[in-house]
């Protein structure tokens, strides 16, 4: 049953900007979204725990069905699980490269300079591990329905992204696939599904990124 607090509505009180402020926060916040990159070099530098906690807690703040909230953040800065799910990642990046993934795709990923050695796994201060949950469990280990999983993930995923972008750092999102044995590495249970795999932390020094362009707004847009 999903948490009602008392009373269970509460006043909600907008934020309030003139046209002219809207358009100046809309092109300011576009801008700076066009800076962020996938970046796969890391520098060997921490970032204050601290920091991580509030981008989970605002991952976890976006819209969900029914407020089931249905995800776990899994976080790892552990040395020796990293090695480990780094070695598991590459044993199955190494399988695809080599030829589970059709030509077409390895083609794809030839202008971006990728292969299946993962570095980024183990220098990057922190792992963010985002786990779908089917359903949910309680604590006396009844089950509860969740709905919308895939779409909540997403957004919450979304808004990670942005929230690690906003503070400084930077990530990239890998999918080794399959991803079965983060379940396993982890310990999670088979209510639980890895998703995405997010190292955090800070870009090493003169790392260069591919020169990409985004589709422009015609060819993503259709108005009614």
Same mark, same amino acid.
């Given at each position: 049953?999903?948490?009602?607090?008392?009373?269970?509505?509460? $006043?909600?009180? #907008?934020?309030?900007?003139?046209?002219?402020?809207?358009? /100046?926060?809309?092109?300011?916040?576009?801008?700076?979204?066009?800076?962020?990159?996938?970046?796969? /070099?890391?520098?060997?530098? #921490?970032?204050?725990?601290?920091?991580?906690?509030?981008?989970?807690?605002?991952?976890?703040? *976006?819209?969900?069905?029914?407020?089931?909230?249905?995800?776990?953040?899994?976080?790892?800065?552990?040395?020796?699980?990293?090695?480990?799910?780094?070695?598991?990642? /590459?044993?199955?990046?190494?399988?695809?490269?080599? +030829?589970?993934? #059709?030509?077409?795709?390895?083609?794809?990923?030839?202008?971006? +300079?990728?292969?299946?050695?993962?570095?980024?796994?183990?220098?990057? $201060?922190?792992? &963010?591990?985002?786990?779908?949950?089917?359903? *949910?469990?309680?604590?006396?280990?009844?089950?509860?329905?969740?709905?919308?999983?895939?779409?909540?993930? *997403?957004?919450?995923? +979304?808004?990670?992204?942005?929230? &690690?972008?906003?503070? *400084?750092?930077?990530?990239?999102?890998?999918?080794?696939?399959?991803?079965?044995?983060?379940?396993?590495?982890? +310990?999670?249970?088979?209510?639980?599904?890895?998703?995405?795999?997010?190292?955090?932390?800070?870009?090493?020094?003169?790392?260069?990124?591919?020169?990409?362009?985004?589709?422009?707004?015609?060819?993503?847009?259709?108005?009614?």
């Amino acid at each position: 049953m999903a948490q009602v607090l008392d009373p269970p509505f509460v $006043p909600y009180t #907008p934020l309030s900007f003139s046209a002219e402020e809207q358009l /100046e926060r809309a092109e300011a916040l576009y801008t700076h979204h066009l800076q962020r990159r996938s970046v796969r /070099e890391f520098a060997d530098r #921490p970032v204050d725990r601290q920091v991580i906690e509030y981008l989970i807690r605002i991952a976890a703040s *976006g819209p969900t069905g029914a407020n089931k909230q249905p995800y776990t953040f899994a976080i790892v800065s552990d040395p020796a699980l990293k090695a480990q799910i780094r070695e598991a990642a /590459e044993a199955e990046e190494r399988e695809n490269y080599s +030829g589970r993934f #059709p030509q077409s795709w390895r083609d794809d990923l030839v202008p971006f +300079g990728t292969d299946w050695q993962k570095p980024f796994l183990t220098t990057a $201060p922190y792992l &963010i591990l985002v786990f779908s949950q089917s359903y *949910g469990v309680h604590p006396d280990g009844t089950q509860e329905k969740h709905y919308y999983v895939h779409e909540s993930v *997403g957004i919450a995923a +979304g808004f990670l992204i942005a929230a &690690i972008h906003h503070v *400084g750092l930077v990530t990239l999102t890998h999918t080794p696939s399959p991803m079965n044995f983060l379940q396993k590495l982890l +310990g999670r249970p088979s209510h639980e599904k890895a998703l995405l795999l997010l190292p955090v932390g800070y870009a090493a020094q003169d790392v260069q990124v591919p020169n990409l362009r985004k589709k422009p707004l015609e060819a993503v847009s259709v108005w009614y």
